[in-house]
């Protein structure tokens, strides 16, 4: 499975508008991030839960041993830009932590199973961010 084709033909159908292939328009947002070594901008699509005024991004990397590229960038620059629905707008990303982080992680595997699923294939703890839109 290419990863790399799969994000580009998501990240194409997205912003044509019309369905995307094998995933729920309305819980996909394209994140674009800069590169924490190259400082290019980089955009992935990513699954999203509501969460009030933010949106709530979770960098399970399916499992994997790493975190996804995109999480590493926040590290180096947390500013970064949100497509969802017709909208785009900047957004300062925020990795939960603490109770906050296990509150919500825990409401997140209850409501969405697959990321129980992710948690048991690694050792590492599952990021969630939250994405704040910048005024």
Excluded: C
């Amino acid at each position: 499975m290419d990863i790399k084709a799969i994000n580009r033909r998501t990240i194409e159908q997205f912003r044509a508008g019309g369905d995307i292939e094998g995933m729920h328009r309305e819980r996909l947002l394209l994140l674009t991030t800069r590169g924490r070594k190259s400082g290019n901008p980089y955009t992935a699509p990513l699954m999203f839960h509501p969460d009030g005024d933010r949106l709530l991004v979770i960098a399970s990397n399916i499992g994997a041993p790493k975190h996804p590229d995109w999480y590493l960038n926040l590290d180096a620059e947390p500013r970064v830009t949100v497509e969802v629905g017709a909208e785009t707008y900047d957004a300062v990303a925020t990795p939960l932590e603490g109770e906050e982080r296990e509150r919500i992680w825990a409401m997140l595997k209850q409501t969405y199973p697959f990321f129980a699923e992710h948690e048991t294939k690694t050792d590492r703890i599952i990021p969630v961010v939250s994405l704040t839109r910048t005024p």
